[in-house]
């Protein structure tokens, strides 16, 4: 039913730019879609949300003015613009939907979950 899927990972050099993007099919009920990533050893940890409607962004702070998430809710795809890459940055990313309050930067909070795309930057 519920389906989000990655794509748009891949190796890249520090300083360089990439854009994931997450397609979502089927019902899920998610007022707003964030970005994850997490790398081996460590927590999942949030990057950014958006919501369907209205589109209101919050970021993390390791990635304001650097990443930009946007949405085209007649395509049903959300989008992460990575620029200024860094090797901090390198993780797998996930695209997630959630519905509890406005949005949230909780990864339990959120519903639905995509199958990760890995990030690379080399130094």
């Known amino acids: 039913q519920v389906q989000l899927v990655e794509s748009g990972g891949g190796l890249v050099q520090a300083g360089g730019s990439l854009r994931l993007s997450c397609l979502a099919s089927?019902?899920?009920?998610?007022?707003?879609m964030g970005w994850f990533r997490q790398a081996p050893g460590k927590e999942r940890e949030f990057v950014a949300v958006i919501r369907w409607s209205g589109g209101s962004t919050y970021y993390a702070d390791s990635v304001k003015g650097r990443f930009t998430i946007s949405r085209d809710n007649g395509k049903n795809t959300v989008f992460l613009q990575m620029n200024s890459l860094k090797p901090e940055d390198t993780a797998v990313y996930y695209c997630a939907g959630g519905r509890r309050g406005f949005y949230s930067d909780i990864a339990r909070e959120y519903d639905y979950w995509g199958q990760g795309t890995q990030v690379t930057v080399s130094s």
């Open positions: 089927g019902r899920t009920f998610s007022t707003y």
